[in-house]
């Protein structure tokens, strides 16, 4: 089965850019989301079909796809940006999850 | 706004039965695919089904396949997953969500329920 695989953390300095990596099999030959999830809520989705941002959701994130990797990159990361992340694709007729990512704003 | 409401989790013992509600309203629910993805307690998300918006395609993980049954009535704005054979292992919190899909090879999920609580345990 398809597996994504992401960096268990990443720390932040506010202000500053966060890069989230989703590593798999020919990633960019399929489409890739992300999702924020912060303690105690449902997850939000905040990047679709590589690099489209839902309505609501700051400029800020960002996203590409390509190769074998996916990135959810963050700019000018806030404090309010502290939160797990998962990337997701659509492989064989099944939504598959990353392994997630927490983001850490020191 | 897109609401989706989920019910119907609680405390059921190995090899029991339950049966999760997820209600719709915002939107035009008969348009839309829908889902369910589930999250053990601590851990990450993971897809459990998926049904088309007549309820003609069905999917499932291989983890559930043939023990729960996803279903849907277009008519009363519902969405729902009966779960049999429930295992330890099975202990999570179970959300519906809306499936976009612009393409035939894009699916994601857009709007997300605030989950409902499933523990077996004995």
């Known amino acids: 089965s398809y597996e994504l695989t992401q960096p268990p953390s990443v720390s932040v300095s506010p202000g500053q850019t966060a890069s989230i990596t989703c590593s798999g099999d020919?990633?960019?030959?399929?489409?890739a989301c992300w999702y924020q999830q912060k303690p105690g809520q449902s997850p939000v989705l905040v990047i679709y079909?590589?690099?489209k941002r839902p309505s609501g959701i700051p400029e800020r994130f960002s996203g590409s796809n390509s190769g074998n990797t996916a990135t959810l990159t963050i700019s000018g990361t806030q404090a309010m940006d502290e939160a797990d992340y998962y990337c997701q694709a659509w492989d064989s007729s099944s939504f598959v999850f990353g392994t997630g990512t927490k983001v850490t704003v020191l | 706004q897109v609401q989706l409401v989920e019910s119907g989790g609680g405390l059921v013992k190995p090899g029991g039965s339950l049966r999760l509600s997820c209600a719709a309203s915002?939107?035009?629910?008969?348009?839309?695919?829908m889902s369910w993805i589930r999250q053990a307690p601590g851990k990450g998300l993971e897809w459990v089904s998926y049904i088309s918006s007549s309820g003609s395609t069905i999917y499932y993980a291989d983890s559930v396949k043939g023990r729960f049954t996803i279903s849907r009535d277009n008519a009363k704005n519902s969405l729902y997953l009966q779960m049999n054979s429930l295992r330890a292992e099975d202990t999570a919190v179970y959300y519906c969500a809306r499936v976009g899909r612009i393409s035939p090879d894009l699916r994601f999920l857009d709007y997300w329920g605030q989950g409902t609580l499933v523990t077996v345990s004995s």
């Open positions: 020919k990633l960019g030959d399929k489409y």
């Open positions: 079909q590589d690099s």
């Open positions: 915002g939107f035009t629910f008969s348009d839309y695919y």
